[in-house]
């Protein structure tokens, strides 16, 4: 677990109850516009994200951590392996924050703990992420971490009447110099 300034933790998130994890990230998705898919579509129900979260722990190279202010969890982060069998060098990132936390480095916290695991695990190389184009907070911290944007894809996100832009970015996960890489199944 990591404690940064005795003010933030990240731990992992396979390990708290399902019903905790599904109100952490239903409190985010409410809170904000940045998701392609409202939560009960990604979400429809407690049994949906229990089975959504066994399949992903099954992954190697899954990751899901947690963040709390130490009174109640603040933040999600998942590194989602892809299953194809020539992509499994890659995965996908998902990640929110609770509105009351934004703006406190938790963002950073948790990518920074998850990309620091990913390095010392040798599975994924690559990761890559979707995010809005206007949500500059967002774009800086990625970009602050590594990612880089390889494409724009213009009115991508359509909420109500309003199109947006979004970017998908990547990064390339070094593998640590002492840690060996992991072969994985063909």
Known sequence: MLNKKN??????????????????IKSVYQSADAYASDFEQEYPSL??????????????????????DGKELSGFLFIVPRTASRL?????????????????????????AALSQL????????VYLMVGKDNLPAMRLYTRYGFEEIATLAL???????????????IRVPI???TEPVEMDK
Not at 51 to 64: E, T, W
């Open 119 to 126: 390095r010392a695990d040798g599975i994924i190389e690559i």
């Open 156 to 170: 991508d996100t359509k909420i109500g009447t309003q199109c947006y832009d979004g970017a998908l970015m990547k």
């Open 7 to 24: 003010r933030d933790m990240i731990g992992n998130g396979f390990t708290i109850t399902t019903e905790t994890v599904f109100d952490l």
């Open 47 to 68: 049994e949906a994200l229990e089975a959504r979260l066994g399949d992903i722990r099954k992954r190697p190279g899954s990751l899901f951590l947690v963040a709390s």
């Open 176 to 178: 640590d110099a002492k």
């Open 88 to 112: 499994r060098h890659t995965a996908d990132l998902n990640m929110g924050v609770s509105e009351k936390a934004r703006g406190r480095g938790l963002g950073g916290e948790l990518l920074g």
